[in-house]
């Protein structure tokens, strides 16, 4: 029985290719409907108003100007939602 327990715990772990897919790809890969993306892009809207005037008072506090804490936060959004290694990690 512990044999069969190994075998299985074996086959069930994932590729290191799988492991540092990016979750964009494999949400495709899985089928992405009108439906998910209604609620994904309500799920942002809800992120980008507390993150974008959170940004802002963090650039003011850093010396810089609130344009700057603006584009870091939008840019770094993309970058972290379509690289992450994770579907349920918040990118905001």
Known sequence: MDQARRAN????????????????????????SLAHFRTDAIAGLT?????LPLSMAIAIASGVTPERGLYTSIVGGFIISALGGSRFQIGG
């Open 47 to 51: 992120v980008a108003i507390v993150a």
């Open 9 to 32: 715990h074996q086959q069930a772990r994932p590729t290191f290719a799988e492991l540092f897919t990016p979750k964009l790809v494999t949400v495709l890969r899985e089928g992405y």
